[in-house]
């Protein structure tokens, strides 16, 4: 959850999965820099689904990047699982392993076929040896309803499909937590709920998740808090029923007027 800079917000910090502290992130854009994420803090606790609401450009996508450090930041401090990036004697690389990320538009290696999509990330990240990788590999393409097409290749798959393989390759190397960038956003509407149903069912096995998503409906059955970001900033946070019944802030109230319109 959102936590005050305080002494309790560096408790808080300790036992955080995912803790940024002050973040910004600006890019060069022609104008000069352009903010993405102001001072952003922000705490993932064991457990929770925090659900990342708001306007395109509003940092969202952003945070989950810089989390997973696929993007660099311009100020602040970022800590994953303990360590803290620029200051572990981890690298970057075996940071990474506390997260996986599922990408809005699946990036599969379309060379490999499902099984070693899969089976790829735990020999990289944790040296598995090949038996192990894909034997963990075909348990959560079972997982995932996919067990008739781990020979395929992503391109003999449906949308739907490859962003099923695209949770399991992410679930790989059993992560601490599950970063989901719009993992619906490039799905056809009638292929949605092949993909938010396995979401739900992981939230529901105590999974802890950081979901960005425009899916209202099930941003609020799966999350634990919902999170507003206006102009790189969490601007309000409450839980489901406060987010969407009984909104604060004039912008959110305002997001929400025109999703219902």
Request: charged letters at 20%; glycine letters at 8%.
């Amino acid at each position: 959850m959102v936590k005050a800079e305080s002494q309790q917000g560096s408790d808080q910090k300790s036992q955080a999965l995912i803790s940024l502290r002050s973040v910004s992130k600006s890019y060069q854009g022609p104008q000069g820099l352009h903010p993405v994420l102001q001072g952003l803090s922000l705490d993932v606790m064991k457990g929770e689904r925090l659900s990342l609401i708001g306007p395109s450009g509003s940092g969202k996508s952003t945070c989950l990047r810089v989390i997973n450090a696929l993007e660099t930041i311009s100020g602040g401090e970022i800590t994953v699982c303990g360590h803290t990036y620029g200051q572990s004697s981890l690298p970057v690389h075996k940071i990474r392993q506390f997260t996986g990320m599922v990408f809005q538009r699946f990036e599969l290696f379309p060379h490999l076929s499902v099984l070693e999509n899969v089976a790829l990330a735990p020999r990289l990240t944790k040296s598995w040896a090949k038996d192990r990788a894909e034997a963990k590999a075909h348990e959560l393409l079972e997982r995932v309803g996919l067990k008739d097409h781990v020979l395929k290749y992503p391109s003999q798959l449906s949308g739907g499909q490859q962003q099923r393989v695209s949770i399991a390759r992410a679930l790989a190397i059993e992560p601490e937590v599950l970063l989901c960038d719009e993992p619906t956003s490039a799905l056809d509407p009638e292929l949605v709920h092949e993909v938010t149903d396995i979401l739900q069912d992981l939230a529901d096995g105590g999974m802890t998740m950081l979901i960005v998503t425009h899916e209202m409906a099930f941003a609020r059955r799966v999350s634990t808090a919902c999170l507003f970001l206006e102009g790189g900033r969490i601007v309000e946070q409450a839980t489901p029923d406060e987010f969407f019944d009984n909104p604060k802030h004039p912008r959110l109230q305002q997001f929400l007027r025109i999703l219902h319109a």
